[in-house]
């Protein structure tokens, strides 16, 4: 079953902007992590943060956790339109199981 | 990170064929793979994970006797949908794990078509 929620579901910004997805999750947790999807393809693996963190930096991506909330959202900052993709937060609760959000399918118009 | 293969990329069926996926770790030992399915728009969910010479611990409402998962080495996981419908036409996905990563790293998925 999943998680929690992303929001929002669907972002169109132009390119250059920044955008800001959310996560939230029901348990606690060892750790959440981002992974991205372009369409009809397998994920991939953006940025881990540790329940014990609370922001961590990754090019242009910036992640932070909230554990108090349950929350976490990732900034991709100056996108582009290669960033077009959908973007999951996946919670890591115990034996390095994922429970995946819904996702936010993110647009970047040139 | 660790590459993860998957084959056949694209596979269609008829209805009551079974259909295999092989899940391959290139480049290290997964001790654990996941299998995942994704329908259209929507996240994933997983189905089961396999761990290497034992069996396959299945997600509730995923029926063992339906999807058939064998991991007989470190590298290798099979999904096999046996007697597919098109309610089983989906976007099936594998990642490997275990060995103390933290990270899954996920396969190109598989898209199932049955007609």
């Known amino acids: 079953s999943q998680q929690g929620e992303e929001d929002p579901q669907a972002l169109s910004i132009q390119e250059g902007e920044n955008a800001t997805m959310n996560c939230s999750y029901k348990t606690s947790i060892n750790n959440l992590q981002w992974y991205r999807q372009n369409s009809g393809r397998g994920l991939v693996h953006l940025i881990l943060i540790r329940s014990n963190e609370r922001e961590k930096h990754s090019g242009r991506l910036r992640v932070t956790l909230d554990t108090s909330k349950k929350s976490s959202s990732l900034l991709i900052t100056a996108s582009r339109a290669a960033d077009t993709a959908s973007y999951f937060c996946?919670?890591?609760?115990?034996?390095?199981?994922?429970?995946f959000g819904g996702g936010t399918r993110l647009m970047v118009k040139p | 990170g660790a590459v993860v293969s998957q084959h056949p990329s694209r596979v269609i069926c008829k209805s009551g064929t079974s259909v295999k996926i092989e899940c391959r770790s290139l480049?290290?030992?997964?001790?654990?793979m996941f299998w995942y399915r994704q329908f259209p728009k929507q996240s994933l969910m997983l189905m089961a994970t396999s761990n290497e010479g034992s069996k396959a611990t299945y997600e509730q409402g995923v029926e063992k006797d339906k999807f058939l998962i064998n991991h007989a080495s470190l590298t290798l996981s099979t999904l096999t949908v046996t007697s597919a419908h098109p309610e089983d036409s989906s976007f099936y996905i594998c990642?490997?794990?275990?060995?103390?990563?933290?990270?899954?790293?996920f396969g190109p998925g598989t898209r199932l078509l049955v007609l």
């Open positions: 480049d290290f030992q997964a001790t654990t």
């Open positions: 996946a919670t890591d609760a115990s034996g390095n199981m994922l429970t």
């Open positions: 990642s490997s794990g275990g060995g103390g990563k933290e990270t899954q790293y």
